[in-house]
């Protein structure tokens, strides 16, 4: 409502609803942990059973079931959601009148697409995948513990799903591999021992994204660029 109706400034409403949305994170979790008390990590142990178990009886094949089975079910959905949605904002009309209103609302209104409501809608599904995001880092490996929250656990990895996107231009299918580059540098720490300390492993996918950042700013090509009113209030009285 207040980028798409009342036309604020994205930038500024976005990161104020970051630090909005870390501090009150942190306040509502620790409230639920002082609640449970004793039974707080009982709770965490239940949640872990339940999103982190694997697809029955396929994990249990040797080797390749472990490999490619024995995630939960969140991971499966995101593979699936990404190529649905490469296929809907290519393929699709709903998808195609999507790009169209990113690249330019005042076309989009004029050629009799609803604006509003298309920036609604994705603003809307948009926020919520980035909830379930969030919501498997609590899940799968808050700071090792898993199921509960634990203070500051998603630790600006949002930043990093933000960098991911410009990384892979816009382009679902492309996320697919470079979460599994981002992800592996998260992890980095368990299967390279480097004998260097633990912050150190922290700093790679921060680091990686600075480069991203750097890297995208370089390229020239027309069809890698974002698109044209990205971050820019339409005003339909000005079209």
């Given at each position: 409502m207040l980028?798409?109706?009342?036309r ?7 990161l ?6 870390t501090?009150?994170?942190n306040?509502?979790g ?5 609640t ?5 990590m ?11 178990s ?12 472990k ?7 969140l991971?499966?959905f995101?593979?699936?959601l990404?190529i649905l ?11 195609l009148?999507l ?5 330019s609302?005042a076309?989009a209104d004029?050629a009799?697409i609803n604006?509003?409501r298309?920036?609604?809608?994705a603003?809307c599904?948009g926020?919520?995948?980035s909830?379930?995001?969030g ?19 998603v630790?600006?990895k ?6 991911l996107v ?15 580059v ?10 390279v021992?480097l004998g260097?300390p ?5 700093i790679f996918?921060?680091f990686?994204t600075?480069?991203v950042?750097i ?21 339909r009285?000005?079209?």
């Amino acid at each position: 409502m207040l980028t798409i109706t009342l036309r604020a400034n994205q930038n500024v409403t976005g990161l104020a609803l970051t630090i909005f949305g870390t501090g009150f994170g942190n306040f509502m979790g620790e409230a639920i942990g002082n609640t449970t008390k004793s039974n707080y990590m009982a709770v965490g142990n239940v949640t872990k059973g339940v999103f982190n178990s694997g697809i029955p009886v396929l994990q249990d094949i040797p080797v390749v079931g472990k490999l490619l089975f024995s995630y939960n079910f969140l991971v499966y959905f995101a593979i699936a959601l990404a190529i649905l949605l490469t296929w809907f904002l290519g393929r699709s009309r709903k998808g195609l009148n999507l790009r169209a209103v990113g690249e330019s609302p005042a076309t989009a209104d004029a050629a009799g697409i609803n604006v509003t409501r298309y920036k609604y809608l994705a603003t809307c599904i948009g926020g919520g995948i980035s909830g379930l995001g969030g919501l498997y880092i609590v899940m799968n490996s808050a700071n090792g513990v898993g199921g509960v929250w634990v203070h500051g656990c998603v630790n600006g990895k949002g930043w990093i799903a933000v960098a991911l996107v410009i990384f892979v231009t816009w382009n679902p299918a492309r996320a697919l591999l470079g979460s599994l580059v981002f992800g592996a540098l998260s992890v980095m720490r368990l299967y390279v021992p480097l004998g260097i300390p633990a912050q150190i492993y922290d700093i790679f996918p921060y680091f990686a994204t600075i480069l991203v950042l750097i890297a995208v700013s370089m390229r020239r090509k027309r069809e890698n660029q974002p698109p044209a009113s990205l971050g820019l209030a339409y005003f339909r009285e000005e079209r």
